[in-house]
């Protein structure tokens, strides 16, 4: 035995560096209850006490949506004063919110460095689903994705990816009474998919440590199965996404032989659809509870045909699985048209008489370009940005 402290895990765990509020404080939000004690221990809380402090400023910050020490009224006035010179509770800024005329509420968010992604809220009858950006920009080059065609400017940090279901839930006014937690089927915002700019599997770390406070019971509280992470295709890390996360697994297949996938998402030259379909097999919570969503976005005359519908329900064969057929959206210089409707209609008979529910998904917002695949960040629609900043109502308001 040697005289030296034992290194605990949650001083392993600590960031190198907090990550920094705007003026320089420790931001709280993302870090997981590990990583906010090893926070709460450096700045002089002592130990013993650690633990009882990170689930009672958790519950404040994640339950209840306070991002103010002062109001921690379960802290004895001079801790919180001493939480508030050395923390900030900080989520991204709205910049300006859309709001299409079906109801999705398309938001531009800032985030540190002046960078901005989109994150665009779709209510619907059942539920309401929050789509999340995981990067700015991407360094995938899929040919029909309007991401695609911006390079990756960064990766988000945990903290910038759940601070848009709270920014979302700040504007949505959900945030519950105190000690009321809301039960999943009544809320505003009851799903998140990880379909918004960015490959979120190569942030892995930063998307699993955002969806864990998500999930965390004491917290925002949603169920791994109302989160659903959408991948073009990273092998090595789907299964990781089981074994880490436990959430529901979309894939953009989008097409039925290399020669064509190559084309539309070039990933698929370095893992080709052989291996991405034995890595789906093997995914570890596979089941018919539990299916894999095939994206599939419908192009004229590149990948629409009947050969490929029945080459698709073939090379899916034996994998429980849903098909979402995603009519193409249009952005401006795109290679590429939206397949006819009939067709669109012909291909889904032919994979839901194979046994395969398959959806056409609906265009939402497509009016505001908050449709998949249509958002890019608006560093590079600066103009653009100008028009809409400060516009209430049509054009959104910031929340207040
Ligand atoms: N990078 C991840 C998640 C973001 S994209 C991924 O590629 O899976 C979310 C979904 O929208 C993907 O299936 C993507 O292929 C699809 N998509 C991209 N551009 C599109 C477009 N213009 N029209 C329709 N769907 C599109
Ligand atoms: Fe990136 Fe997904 Fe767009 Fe491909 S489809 S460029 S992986 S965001």
Known sequence: MTATAPIT????????????????????????????????IAAGTPERQAKMRVGQIWQWIYQKGVRDFGAMTNLAKDYRAHLAEHFAIEVPEIVSRQVSADGTRKYLVRIAGGHEVETVYIPEADRGTLCISSQVGCT???????????????????????????????????????????????????NIVLMGMGEPLYNFDNVRDAMQIVMDGEGISLSRRRITLSTSGVVPEIARCAEEIGCLMAVSFHATTDEVRDRLVPI???????????????????SNSERITFEYVMLKGVNDTDADARRLVKLIEGIPAKINLIPFNEWPGAPYERSD??????????????????????????????????????????ARRRVLEGQPAAAGQPPA
Not at 153 to 159: C, E, Q
Not at 374 to 380: G, H, M
Request: aromatic share 6%.
């Open 9 to 40: 895990q949650d001083v392993l765990t600590l960031p190198r560096k907090l990550p920094e509020a705007a003026d320089g404080r420790g931001n709280l939000v993302g870090l997981t209850r590990a990583q906010l004690r090893a926070a709460l």
């Open 140 to 190: 995938l080059t899929c040919s029909f994705c309007h991401t695609g065609t911006q390079r990756l400017v960064r990766n988000l940090t945990a903290g910038e990816i759940v601070g848009q279901v709270m920014l979302a839930r700040d504007d949505l006014g959900e945030w519950p009474e105190p000690d009321r937690a809301p039960k999943d089927e009544t809320r505003l915002l009851s």
């Open 268 to 286: 698929n030259r370095k893992w080709p659809i052989a291996e991405l379909l034995e890595s789906l097999r093997a995914y570890p919570r596979l």
């Open 341 to 382: 409707w009939e067709g669109i209609e012909r291909f889904a008979d032919i994979v839901y008489k194979a046994g395969y529910a398959a959806p056409i998904r609906t265009p939402r917002g497509e009016d505001i370009m908050a449709a998949c695949g249509q958002l890019k960040s608006a560093s590079e629609r600066a």
